[in-house]
């Protein structure tokens, strides 16, 4: 019994101490080869946001892969690059990276900030009104016209309606003027004043807004209309010997109580009459002269001034005598 203990301990000695003594030689294990995913080192929008219609360039970077792409649209890409791009609206683009050992992808956002609202539209308006008359003062014989100016401006495309407005109480019959674009415009209308009075006119918008000119005063004197006192006539020659035909001068010199237009024609004894009546104008009380001619052979004749306006005057006729001489 003892001797199969001590032999069962010296074998178990010896298998402790042996392997310090011998060397045992193995197979090397296979070296494997080193192997990786790509890298994605960047993958960027700069800028992250943009404007409706706006540009961002997307840029990237990758190491260690055998193909790169990206999405929506774009397609396959270099390993390191940068792509301008104008989205419609906010979008995700993912850029993948492809080699052996499998695929690595990487995601970035591209806002498209919301379109600002159209501006809210401005109501058609009158901005502003002017109004004028011509002549602010008048003094002399009535009636007078006055022309009257009204100068609108508008913000933009409408008709506007507006009608004149005096001291009286008396106004106008409404009328328009249609804007294609905001501008200016004038118009104008003309009335016959008549009595010696001062007053005031303006101009009222009634549509598309209510709003006045500022009154234009006016004054106006009336004077007593001008009239023809006085019509002199001359001759020269009344009487005449030689040779035939010959020129007669006729002149007359009017005479008018005040400032005014005078209208005349010649008229003479063969009843020619001078059909296209001819006009002075008088600045003052005073006189003027006119003259004529008739170039005509021997006998006698006479001629004479007829006023037509301001007052019904003829002159009395003045004669001649020509006596032709060979």
């Known amino acids: 019994m003892k001797r199969s203990v001590f032999l069962a301990l010296s074998l178990l000695l010896l298998l402790v101490f042996i392997p310090g003594c011998f060397t045992f030689q193995t197979q090397p294990s296979p070296v494997t080869p080193p192997s990786g995913t790509p890298l994605v080192g960047t993958f960027s929008s700069?800028?992250?946001?943009?404007?409706?219609?706006?540009?961002?360039?997307?840029?990237?970077?990758?190491?260690?892969?055998?193909?790169?792409?990206?999405?929506?649209?774009?397609?396959?890409?270099?390993?390191?690059?940068?792509?301008?791009?104008?989205?419609?609206?906010?979008?995700?683009?993912?850029?993948?990276?492809?080699?052996?050992?499998?695929?690595?992808?990487?995601?970035?956002?591209?806002?498209?900030?919301?379109?600002?609202?159209?501006?809210?539209?401005?109501?058609?308006?009158?901005?502003?009104?002017?109004?004028?008359?011509?002549?602010?003062?008048?003094?002399?014989?009535?009636?007078?016209?006055?022309?009257?100016?009204?100068?609108?401006?508008?913000?933009?495309?409408?008709?506007?309606?507006?009608?004149?407005?005096?001291?009286?109480?008396?106004?106008s019959d409404p009328q328009s003027v249609t804007f294609y674009g905001a501008g200016t415009k004038t118009t104008t209308i003309q009335s016959d004043l008549s009595g010696t009075s001062s007053g005031w006119y303006r101009a009222h918008v009634l549509a598309p807004n209510d709003t006045a000119s500022d009154r234009v005063n006016y004054t106006l004197n009336c004077a007593s209309a001008s009239l023809v006192t006085g019509i002199v006539m001359n001759v020269d020659p009344n009487i005449y010997s030689g040779p035939c035909p010959t020129t007669v001068n006729f002149w007359a010199t009017i005479t008018a109580s005040g400032p005014g237009p005078v209208t005349y024609r010649w008229e003479r004894?063969?009843?020619?009459?001078?059909?296209?009546?001819?006009?002075?104008?008088?600045?003052?009380?005073?006189?003027?002269?006119?003259?004529?001619?008739?170039?005509?052979?021997?006998?006698?004749?006479?001629?004479?001034?007829?006023?037509?306006?301001?007052?019904?005057?003829?002159?009395?006729?003045i004669g001649f005598t020509l006596t032709c001489v060979p």
């Open 46 to 171: 700069n800028p992250a946001a943009i404007n409706p219609g706006g540009t961002t360039t997307l840029m990237w970077n990758v190491t260690g892969a055998n193909s790169v792409s990206i999405d929506n649209g774009i397609g396959q890409v270099s390993a390191v690059g940068a792509r301008v791009i104008s989205p419609a609206t906010s979008t995700v683009y993912t850029i993948s990276a492809t080699n052996s050992a499998g695929t690595v992808t990487r995601s970035v956002v591209t806002t498209v900030n919301s379109a600002p609202l159209p501006p809210a539209a401005i109501p058609f308006a009158v901005t502003s009104i002017t109004a004028n008359i011509d002549p602010l003062t008048f003094t002399g014989v009535c009636p007078k016209t006055f022309t009257f100016y009204v100068t609108i401006t508008a913000n933009g495309a409408g008709t506007v309606t507006y009608r004149w407005e005096r001291n009286d109480g008396r106004n």
């Open 269 to 317: 004894s063969d009843n020619a009459t001078d059909m296209t009546p001819q006009t002075i104008i008088f600045t003052s009380a005073g006189t003027q002269t006119v003259a004529t001619t008739w170039t005509r052979g021997g006998g006698i004749g006479w001629q004479r001034l007829h006023v037509l306006t301001p007052n019904d005057e003829v002159s009395s006729p």
